[in-house]
């Protein structure tokens, strides 16, 4: 069985930083790649940031751009986003994802989500 266990939410004024984790757990699997999504009241969730299984590709959306980092510790299968000059349109649950080779076929796991609040 695999489970993604997010942490690091919280409330943070504008401007401020966060990071978040997710740390993979199970056995049996191949990792493809890990990343975040979020979704904010009433949208639809929406790509964040993404990273390759050794870390040496990342993608992230336009408007995050040279504020969020995303990275990954290959010892742990843990990935974290660190979320710099924070604004209050990031405000969003936000959710780990992972793609992942299991039994030779490739799934898709998601994290019960970790919300963030950017507020003053």
């Known amino acids: 069985q695999v489970q993604l266990v997010e942490s690091g939410g919280g409330l943070v004024q504008p401007g401020g930083s966060l990071r978040l984790s997710c740390a993979l757990a199970?056995?049996?699997?191949?990792?493809?790649?890990m990343g975040w999504f979020r979704q904010a009241p009433g949208k639809q969730r929406e790509f964040v940031a993404a990273?390759?299984?050794?870390?040496?590709?990342?993608d992230y959306k336009e408007s995050v751009k040279g504020r969020f980092t995303i990275s990954k510790d290959s010892a742990t299968d843990t990935v974290y986003l660190q979320m710099n000059s924070l604004k209050p349109e990031d405000t969003a649950v936000y959710y780990c994802?992972?793609?992942?080779?299991?039994?030779?076929?490739?799934?898709?796991?998601w994290g019960q989500g970790t919300q963030v609040t950017v507020s003053s």
């Open positions: 994802n992972a793609d992942l080779w299991v039994e030779g076929a490739l799934r898709d796991y």
């Open positions: 990273i390759s299984v050794f870390g040496t590709n990342t």
């Open positions: 199970g056995s049996t699997f191949t990792i493809k790649s």
